[in-house]
């Protein structure tokens, strides 16, 4: 690919690059400062782990899911587990679901702390990113301190969880819920008042209500463009059902609504988790779970930090599922970028990209595999990728009985 | 003829500026640091720094026109060196002048975005081209209020020549305070010329990596880095002696102490508004430099005028 093609300057953002955190690509065309087209590609990260999911059993299977996403893990694992509970009519006590609701709000609250971080650095505003990793630290040693992890928290199993809390540690998270919610209020009065930020942020990454509703944003970007949709709030899971809060969203349409969003869902959540820990349940915290699961298939739905979390499951009575497919919300998501970047500045490109709060490791599902030479789509299926392995070894002297 | 040698090349010229900008380097990034809650740098990171890009093996793209990309930092270096030549720093003379240095100074400082712009430029790669022009483009907006606000202290002081301005100004105590609205002009002229945030959108890392210098690496590298510290320096100095024309009339070495204690106020003042700021977008600093700041500097040239025909005839 030439880099000047007629006007336009073409400019590689990707798969390396300062701004992005996970391999990805934009070719951006540029005319001038703005930006005349773009075009985005994934897959560059692809796993195989639904792939890898057919070959372990359940509880393997949700170790593995846990680790598709270093921040939203639990939303991964609960939402995998919700669905083998479906298919196995396990009834979980509600002391667990208690536990998992108060485990998945804490992960909210670093993953919100986290993107209001990395927004701050996108638009050159490294206080801000140094001040909210300095609070994010806060509920990271609880999370620690709660599950024996900072990240992939391990702490769900099929029928419950693992890990019990006691008085002792509910009254550190209210003390540390209070302090959080202080620095929130802070950044809330930074967020309204400074104005370098208010002019990086506001009216840029437009996304109107149709278009989200049209390109299938999720989440707080679809909640920052006025559709007020929670999973929460719309198809309660877990203890959300039996919890007091409301759903925030914004009309603002632009990237200073969906800061606004996530600021506001910081303050739910933060009443969410007084609550739980308020009304936590006496009783066992797991049930008993088949080591086989019967046939049958489930959709679940979960709502991640980043939008609505979706995995679908299907059994056929053995250990392992036969299917498992995941559905990130970033995927959902990624679609309303070039829409979002029309008509604006290379500047914008970085924050625009960063305000959905992308995750593109745990997006990427599908790889895409064209020979340079021929132009052509080579795939192999699965039979084919072994006869090709075999003859690899065998022409190099190992051979395979 | 040795007098001359030592004062260009040690004291106070060319080895004196390069410890006292690796001193400012360090005091920038200790309190960046510490007004953000982290720890930051020891005192000789800055130099360590430097050591370490000078043993590094330095790769010149094979597309870049060689010469342009290996003598771009240097003339950045000597630019900025000689420019420190014409500032008076503890006296109220420099360590050379004639009538009509200030527009020299203000030349020989243009030269640093220069190179940005012609290192950049000619390293071919297409991050450092847009970054390059970014540079050439932020310059048209800041150059111009940083003339005016500097014009605007002359026109009293009725000089062309920075020491003339100095003594002036020493001579008729407390003027200078008339010329509080050109001192702040001249500091956010200051940050664009430096680029830094909020106006560092030439070198906006996010977007086009690290803009110019994208393509540099040891030594080259390190003679930029070491040319826009000496800048940050020369470019207080020079602020400091137009706006803060005090404290010359003591005892040399005390008079030494309220020079030092003049520029590092600068770069806290730089410091700070590099923690509170975020980015602005190239077109949101021109709008900004030439809807408020160029005004405000012809207001102050205005003020001035007024005053010198009037009150201080």
Partial sequence: MSIIDDENVRIPIGPQHPALKEPTSFSVALRGEKIESIQVKIGYNHRGIEKGCEQRTYIQDMYLLERICGICSHAHSTCFIQAVEEIAGLVVPRRALYIRTLVGELERIHSHLLWLGVAGHEVGFDTLLMYTWRDREIVMDLLAELTGNRVNYGINTIGGVRRDITTDQSQRILKAVDVLEE????????????????????????????????????????????????????????????????AVSDDHNDIYGRTIVRLGELMETYSIIRQVLKNLPDGPIAVRAPRRIPAGEAVSRYEAPRGEDLHYVKSNGTENPERVKVRAPTLANTQAISKMLEDRYLADLPIVVAAIDPCFSCTDRAA??????????NIMNWDQLRTYSIDWYKNRGIAFK | MIEALFAILIFPGFVFLSAISMFAEYFDRKLYA?????????????????????????????????????????????????????????????????????????????????????GGWYSRSIYATIGAIRSITQLFAYEIPLLLA????????????????????????????????????????????????PFDSPEAETEIVAGSFTEYSGRFLAYFRMAIDCEVVVGASLIAAIFMPFGFNTL??????????????????????????????????????????????????????????????
């Fill in chain 1, 183 to 246: 620095q929130t209020k802070y950044y809330i009065q930074v967020a309204f008042e400074e104005t370098t930020l208010i002019q990086r942020l506001s009216g840029v990454g437009t996304l109107s209500r149709d278009d989200a509703m049209r390109l299938g944003a999720v989440g707080p970007t679809a909640r920052a463009s006025g559709i007020n949709f929670d999973v929460r709030k719309d198809d309660p899971y877990a203890a959300y059902g039996e919890l007091d809060f409301k």
């Fill in chain 2, 150 to 197: 500097i014009l605007a202290p002359a026109l009293l002081a009725n000089t062309w020549s920075l020491s003339g301005i100095v003594a002036y100004y020493n001579q008729h105590p407390y003027y200078w305070l008339i010329n509080s609205i050109a001192f702040f002009v001249s500091i956010i002229a200051l940050m664009g010329k430096l680029e830094r945030v």
């Fill in chain 1, 368 to 377: 895409e595999i064209i020979n340079l030479d021929s132009g052509k789509n």
């Fill in chain 2, 34 to 118: 510490r007004l953000q809650n982290r720890v930051g740098p020891p005192w000789y990171q800055p130099l360590a720094d430097f050591i370490k890009l000078l043993a590094k093996h330095e790769v010149v793209p094979e597309e870049a026109d060689k010469n342009m990309f290996k003598m771009a930092p240097i003339f950045a270096l000597a630019a900025t060196v000689t420019a420190f030549l014409y500032i008076p720093l503890w006296r109220t003379n420099a360590l050379y002048f004639f009538q009509g240095d200030l527009v020299v100074i203000l030349y020989l400082l243009t030269l640093p975005t220069m190179t940005f712009f012609l």
């Fill in chain 2, 252 to 313: 040399p070495f005390i008079a030494f102490i309220i020079y030092l204690l003049k520029i590092f106020f600068i770069i806290s003042l730089l410091a700070l508004f590099r923690t509170v700021f975020a980015r602005l977008r190239i077109d949101q600093m021109i709008i900004f430099c030439w809807r408020w700041v160029a005004p405000v500097a012809f207001a102050q040239i205005l003020i001035n005028l007024i005053l010198k025909g009037t009150v201080l005839h």
